[in-house]
């Protein structure tokens, strides 16, 4: 089973970039799918991006961030990234990677493997 850690948070005005990484330790690695959730103050934790595992490699993502977030992944370094472009205050959250053996979908309960997070604020 995977283990995973998230870097690349931090502190960004409105309308800037951050990319977070998110490192997996563990076989397999390809055949994961994996998604990018947050959690803001005070709210649940929602899905921000995901990509289907080897052989395949769609991508999908929640609506608030379509145009601005992009999700990819380098199966030779276990690395999974988060490119967030224009961002915006109701961006700030805690950003977590997580990956799932099985379906990859938009619900918390396909994922088995959580990494720790990494906190995202935009200032406005």
């Known amino acids: 089973q995977v283990q995973l850690v998230e870097s690349g948070g931090g502190l960004v005005q409105a309308g800037g970039s951050l990319r977070l990484s998110c490192a997996a330790s563990?076989?397999?690695?390809?055949?994961?799918?994996m998604s990018w959730f947050r959690q803001g103050p005070g709210k649940e934790r929602e899905f921000v991006a995901g990509?289907?595992?080897?052989?395949?490699?769609?991508?999908f993502y929640a609506e608030p961030v379509k145009g601005r977030f992009a999700i990819s992944r380098d199966n030779a370094k276990n690395t999974v990234y988060l490119q967030m472009n224009s961002l915006k205050p109701e961006d700030t959250a805690v950003y977590y990677c997580?990956?799932?053996?099985?379906?990859?979908?938009?619900?918390?309960?396909?994922?088995?493997?959580w990494g720790q997070g990494t906190q995202v604020t935009v200032s406005s």
């Open positions: 997580a990956a799932s053996s099985g379906h990859t979908s938009r619900a918390t309960d396909e994922y088995s493997v």
């Open positions: 563990g076989r397999s690695f390809s055949h994961y799918g």
């Open positions: 990509m289907w595992g080897a052989p395949f490699s769609a991508d």
